[in-house]
């Protein structure tokens, strides 16, 4: 299985990441910040990866070291799962309208 464990601590947060790309779209995140916690959990179910994210921040401060963190713990975990990338395409890209917004990616799997 492609799975990927990330733990990160800094100053400002600790942060565990566990993934399975393999899955098939469980969610259990906490992170404190409720948008990021959607978001998250909406990644997990419709990409059908088994998602785990456990977050503890300075939120008394800001939300954005939380945020920043566990995008890096999660492009981490990502990048341990993948491996050497055998057998996917580096390149991709998706536009997604909801409601009154366009979400839009782009990704490149290069390293």
């Known amino acids: 299985m492609r799975e990927g464990s990330i733990e990160r601590n800094t100053k400002e947060t600790q942060i565990s990441v566990k993934l399975n790309l393999d899955g098939t779209g469980k969610a259990d995140i906490a992170t404190g910040v409720g948008f ?13 990866m088994d998602l785990t994210v456990r977050a503890k921040g300075d939120l008394e401060v800001d939300c954005h070291h939380t945020v920043e963190d566990v995008g ?4 981490q975990a990502i990048a341990q799962a993948l491996g050497d990338k055998k057998g996917i395409h580096r390149y991709g890209s998706f536009l997604l309208p909801m409601d009154e917004a366009l979400a839009e990616i782009a990704l490149d799997f290069s390293g």
């Open 36 to 48: 990021l916690d959607h978001m998250l959990t909406l990644l997990a179910v419709h990409s059908f």
């Open 72 to 75: 890096i713990a999660l492009g």
